[in-house]
């Protein structure tokens, strides 16, 4: 099973309103990621758990927050968004070499 | 210049081609080599994996790493209406160290 679940799969909020991303996976993968996806354009990394220790933050805005609540589960907190902010969000685990990737939560901030 | 330098097309074919889609790279460091595939508005799917240099194949799927060159391809035979995607070619330097990807690829294949 290489499969990563995320929830919500559409999400629309106002520039006001906090909302969380989900993120879920069962295959033991130790590494965890969130990515931004702007249309046309490859992901971008965005934050990396290791062990469920932050390890990578890539100079992303602070409106932007994560938690990694256990070895299964990553959270993306969002709050006071602003309208570039939408795009497919993409979570991803890692065992030692291959990534996989979950289908994405697609954001639209009013 | 980018680490990773890939076409992003689009490439048109006709069902049944044979499909090649490369990806040029700068820093020789990198060893291990990943394909994805993504269908419109859906997450991106590991479709090939390579560590080093060397051919590797899965179906009607081939993806060929020459570090030497620095250039990886993955070859796709018999091509189907459904293998139309964007392709992606991924590529890091240590295990569990950052992804980088190329710009992606949007294939069609017309039947």
């Known amino acids: 099973d290489t499969e990563v679940t995320q929830t919500p799969k559409h999400l629309v909020m106002g520039m006001t309103n906090k909302k969380s991303l989900k993120c879920e996976q069962h295959?033991?993968?130790?590494?965890m990621y969130w990515y931004k996806q702007k249309a046309k354009k490859p992901p971008e990394l965005m934050f990396v758990y290791s062990y469920e220790k932050l390890s990578i933050n890539e100079s992303v805005p602070s409106r932007f927050s994560p938690e990694c609540p256990n070895s299964s589960l990553l959270n993306l907190h969002l709050h006071a968004l602003q309208p570039e902010d939408s795009a497919l969000y993409l979570c991803?685990?890692?065992?030692?070499?291959?990534?996989?990737f979950g289908p994405g939560t697609r954001l639209t901030v009013l | 210049q980018k680490e990773v330098e890939q076409d992003p097309g689009p490439l048109s074919v006709p069902e049944g081609a044979i499909v090649s889609l490369n990806c040029t790279y700068s820093?020789?460091?990198?060893?291990?080599f990943m394909w994805y595939r993504q269908y419109s508005r859906k997450g991106p799917e590991l479709l090939m994996y390579t560590y080093s240099s060397g051919n590797k194949e899965d179906g009607r799927f081939t993806a060929q790493v020459d570090k030497s060159s620095k250039y990886i391809s993955l070859f796709i035979r018999d091509s189907q209406p459904s293998d139309s995607a964007t392709y992606l070619c991924?590529?890091?330097?240590?295990?569990?160290?950052?992804?980088?990807f190329g710009q992606g690829t949007e294939l069609s294949v017309k039947p």
């Open positions: 991803a685990s890692s065992r030692a070499d291959e990534q996989f």
């Open positions: 295959m033991g993968h130790r590494a």
């Open positions: 991924a590529m890091r330097r240590t295990v569990g160290g950052k992804l980088i």
């Open positions: 820093n020789s460091a990198f060893q291990y």
